[in-house]
């Protein structure tokens, strides 16, 4: 699923593509992941393209009021990727890969073309009220909430630190990938809970979380699967993953094999030595000791 460096890939080279363009018309094929798909035709023609931004993982292209000044206020376009989605800008003769489902015409002749295979994006209209609440709903962007409030949202809480860092109403744009990189990069084990980490730890990880986002936006994004760019071409963080994807292969620092658990229903991987697991509670512990040493005993 792209995350917050693929998002932001796909951003700016929108960015420098859309500015000044006006949507002339709009075509739907399957549109089970549109809210409203007639609205679409009705209110984006006569629109022009203001900027691209990014909210968390969302795209969001803010339009100009048609001509008629009857919007008011203008719907602007909202766009997730979900798993497998694609936006890119393509000439409107160029031939369109299968499962492709809107196409955007613009008025200098090229299309924004939205490709989702399994369909599990999202796209809809909202003014300006709604993406007050679309950000509001979601916490601070992770690659620029500060270290106060980093703090604020993490330390304390009964809950597995990836778990947190997965959870986009406490810091928005993370994914599984990045959470995986940065908690090895921080030395810590996806498991433990956030309330037993110390501050230095939590200071740690934002500090990490911010490095590898922007050193994945730097090498545009991560390509597993699916993810290209608005041009249509793949990034090239993966080559430089530490712990995502390589179970079984050696740590970059320790050479320890990376091993793989579920936590928050999520596959995380970590490293068991730079990494180690949460401590079991010491009353637990002790009764543990105690029991054995009586079995033996008897």
Known sequence: MPELPEVETVVRGLQDLLPGRS??????????????????????????????????????????PNGSGHLKPAPDLIVHLGMTGRLVVRAADEPAPPHTHVYFELDDGRELRYTDIRRFGQMFLAADEKITELRERLGE??????????????AGRRARIKALLLDQSVVRGVGN??????????????ARLAARLM???????????????GE???LRGSSISDFVDSDGQPGGYQKWHRVYGREGEPCYRCKTKIRRVIVAGRGSHFCPRCQPPPRARSGRGTKSRKETSRRRQG
Do not use: C
Request: proline residues 3%; positive net charge.
């Open 23 to 64: 949507v002339v018309s709009v075509r739907l094929g399957k549109t089970d992941f549109i809210d409203n798909p007639a609205a679409l035709g009705e209110l984006l023609p006569g629109r022009k393209i203001i900027q691209v931004n990014r909210i968390g993982k969302f795209i969001h292209v803010q339009l100009a």
């Open 141 to 154: 962007d992770a690659l620029t909430v500060s270290q106060e409030e980093f703090r604020r949202r993490v």
């Open 177 to 190: 990938i990045y959470a995986d990189e940065s908690l090895w990069r921080a030395r810590i084990h996806p």
């Open 199 to 213: 501050v230095k730890e939590i200071d740690r990880l934002r500090q990490m979380v911010q490095r590898v986002l």
């Open 216 to 218: 994945a936006i730097r």
